[in-house]
């Protein structure tokens, strides 16, 4: 755990906020170059083509690793790449886990992040849990490559549509006349109660220390919903499973990413989109 820290990214502006050097930290100019120094890899990348592209592509991580590299990826993808991904790793003697993860920006400032982790083994569950507790309160392994996958697409499944639900209830309540952050207390102490409403509530004013009260920035963008529910449908639909709901709410999240101001937003701006007003409007 002592060991220097090698870290890579494609925007530059990201890089700069590491010095070289400082605390150990290594800036590496490519994927590859990460895994000659790493023997243990995290990736966190935004849909399948990345992780690829980044994992097999021109100066790719299997390009630089060593035989034994535990590759640990916290993107959000489609279960069955992560399956691929995995068994193409596993092919050159290294080890591959799912590890997608769920706190969003808060969880990550407090360290309390779960991580759903799919693994071949106890053991690289094991390895891989010792580095993932540095960053979260709960790892739970999830069974076999790909169900982090699934635990993950069926959490922003739930959770798309609970953001959305909140949104209506709080915007109803406003414009009949309630005050924000008195509903907003009736409704934590109810049965309506679920995390949108009591920790990460998108009605402006209602919380300090979230993305609502803040123009909607610096959160889970709206785009990467949108993403994710389009995984949980096409998941639904390989298995022939009814998600009404969740079809619903992607073709919503459809519409707010392509709307104009919406696309880098957090995604409880859906608030503001039903609304019929931009982020940033009062």
């Not at 120094?37 to 980044?54: D, F, Q, R, W, Y």
Request: contains cysteine.
């Amino acid at each position: 755990m002592s060991n220097p820290m090698t870290v890579f990214d494609s925007n530059p502006e990201i890089l700069a906020k590491f010095k070289e050097g400082k605390d150990g930290v290594k800036v590496a100019a490519s994927p590859k170059e990460v895994a000659q120094h790493s023997s243990v890899i995290i990736t966190m990348l935004p849909a399948s083509e990345h992780v690829n592209a980044v994992y097999f592509g021109y100066n790719g991580l299997m390009e630089g690793a060593s035989f034994g590299t535990l590759f640990i990826d916290s993107s959000t993808i489609d279960p069955h790449v992560s399956k691929e991904i995995a068994a193409k790793v596993e092919a050159a003697k290294c080890h591959a886990v799912d590890a997608p993860v769920s706190g969003g920006i808060l969880g990550a400032e407090a360290g309390t992040l779960t991580f759903m982790v799919g693994g071949k083994s106890e053991q690289e569950f094991s390895q891989a849990k010792v580095y993932l507790q540095l960053m979260g309160k709960n790892i739970i392994s999830c069974g076999g490559n790909g169900n982090g996958q699934v635990a993950k697409i069926c959490n922003n499944l739930l959770l798309a549509i609970g953001m959305i639900g909140t949104s209506e209830a709080m915007n109803l309540g406003q414009k009949l006349g309630m005050d924000p952050k008195l509903l907003a207390s009736i409704l934590n102490t109810s049965t309506g109660r679920c995390w949108s409403s009591d920790t990460y509530n998108p009605c402006p004013g209602v919380f300090e220390n979230v993305p609502s009260n803040r123009g909607y920035t610096g959160g889970f963008g709206v785009s990467l919903m949108a993403k994710d529910l389009g995984l949980a449908v096409n998941a639904a639909n390989s298995v022939k499973a009814n998600i009404i709901l969740g079809t619903l709410a992607q073709q919503i999240y459809g519409l707010v990413s392509k709307t104009e101001g919406f696309k880098s937003s957090d995604f409880s701006s859906v608030f503001k989109w039903l609304q019929g007003k931009t982020p940033n409007s009062n």
